[in-house]
């Protein structure tokens, strides 16, 4: 494997995404709490920073302890540390160093560029510059602009580049990376979804041995792809719990439940609609109605973990962006759990917890879902957030909302099913707003509600931008909802990106 040392970067996780695309496996460690290197590490690559060599607060990296025992990689940042911890000189840049740039020399035969093209480009995102390389330091490319684009320490592994070649706009970034990590690391590239199951389902089946584990699904790739590596590690050693919170989709409980049980999950759909619908009574404000359903949510899975006897583990479907989120250069973010410590910890959360794919990314799960051969149907299916519809009525929850909330997005979805654009969004749904407005239906005046049509393309749901349907479906969409929901007399489509709007409204 590959350990990158995280310097802060936003750029950090892409590193590892794309060294994965190359099926080789890795892994990011904070530079403040970098693992013990044993013999499966074939080598390290140092992110780019925030930081300034030159600042004293400037995260640090023993290199000494690693030059010459393991190929090291650094980019940006990591190439300035590596050159200002050797005497090198990092100063900051006299012209803007942002965007692409094309190398202007590369050196005859280096490892590192080996089938790379001159006047390749690259994409520059720096405010240092490193001037100038001890006598030790190879030059081996640079632009118009920045001279050390790329060094390599002589009769070394250690190499530094200054521009970021996990970009996609570094053009030939991958081939460098592969050259790093195939020719001068010596990985296999063998880390595959395959490969992946086999591993998991055994160090699982070790892990676990007749132990039972509780699980809760959600309906959402994760927690279904998790539910199916324990199953075939472990069968109906592994329980699992679905609870119907009464702010699913249309019929999306009964579908799902019966779906699981086709992958052969002993799967329990606890209908808890109604002590749902109670928490949710009067309260308006959404940050108090995800603490509710939260809380709910706990009393319920707390009382039908309780009903397995002699648990011992709690199953969960957590994937690495979490993981990195929890210990990230940043620090743990302390917020999100908050309402889980109140009044102590439920019986269930003092189990072991065991997270089977807590090492992969998004896509990732779905590859390996995939092979699984879980249905289409749950690994395509859109994000859609814990606390369900609830947050898509603004205002009040009543069951009346939910029901014709469910009718309209019924209508929406299906339209953008049977249109082929549901694959090409990355997330869709309507809100029902707090709002009535004035329409006419035959000879009769109308006074009822407002949905919104919501659909988003991302990567991530950090950042989206709204898509631009087709007008004409739209206005298909539109018709079926005001004609067939009844308390539904206008549409309107939401034409806001993610920042400054988010990508629900509450
Ligand atoms: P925003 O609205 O913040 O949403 O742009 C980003 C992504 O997160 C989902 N989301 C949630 N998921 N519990 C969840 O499990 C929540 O409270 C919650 N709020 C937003 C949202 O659907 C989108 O995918």
Redesign the pocket.
Known sequence: KILILDFGSQFTQLIARRVRELNIYCEIHPFNNFPEVDSTVKGIILSGSPYSVRQADAPQFDFARHHRTLPILGVCYGAQYIAHYNAGEVSPSSTREYGRANLQYIADGNPLFKEIPQHSQVWMSHADTIQNVPADFEIIASTDSVRVAAYHIKDTQTFGIQFHPEVTHSIDGKQLLQNFLVDICGCAQDWTPDSFIETTIASLKDKLGDDKVVLGLSGGVDSSVAAVLLHHAIGKNLYCIFVDNGLLRKDEFESVLESYKHMGLNVKGVDAKQRFYDALEGLSDPEKK?KAIGRVFIEVFDDEAHQVQDVKWLGQGTIYPDVIESVSVKGPSATIKSHHNVGGLPDFMKLKVVEPLNTLFKDEVRKVGKALGIDANILGRH?????GLA?RILGEVTPEKVRILQEADAIYINNLRSAGVYDKVW?A?TIFLPVQSVGVMGDERTYENVVALRAVE?VD??T?DWCHLPYDLLAKISNEIINNVKGINRVVYDISS?PP??????
Do not use: C, L, V, Y
């Open positions: 995800r994000p859609f957030p814990g606390p947050i997330q749904g991302s749901g950090m989206a993610k709007a988010t990508i629900e409204w509450e």
